[in-house]
C-alpha cells in the first residue's frame, strides 16, 4: 500500500502545502514567505536570527509540517464531511424513489 501513501503525498498533501506556503496571508497562509519565516512567526518566542542558523533547517521544516498538517486536517476532514452528506443526499433521494415512485 505504498503507492496509496505517494499517490496520497502527491495529489493531496503537494498541492496543498503550496497553497498553503504561497496562498494570501488574510486566508491565513504564507504568501511565499521562506520557512524561516514562518517559523520566527510560529515561534515568537525565539528570536528569528535562530532559524538563520546552520543546523536549524531540519526542525524549522519539521514545525512547518506540523503547522500544515494541522491545516490539512481541516481541509481533509471538510472534504469527508462533504462527501458524506452527498452520499446520504444520494442514499435519501433513491431511497425516497423506491418508496413513492417518482
Known sequence: MEWVRILHEWA????????????????????????QT????????????FWTQPGTEGECAAMVRRD???WLVVVQVGVYFYFLLEFVRCVARHSARKLFGH
Open 68 to 70: 500544515l498538517d494541522s
Open 38 to 49: 514562518i517559523c520566527a512567526r510560529l515561534a515568537p518566542a525565539v528570536s528569528s536570527e
Open 12 to 35: 493531496v498533501v503537494k498541492p496543498l502545502y503550496w497553497l498553503y506556503a504561497h496562498g494570501p496571508k488574510g486566508l491565513g497562509m504564507w504568501s511565499g514567505a521562506t520557512n
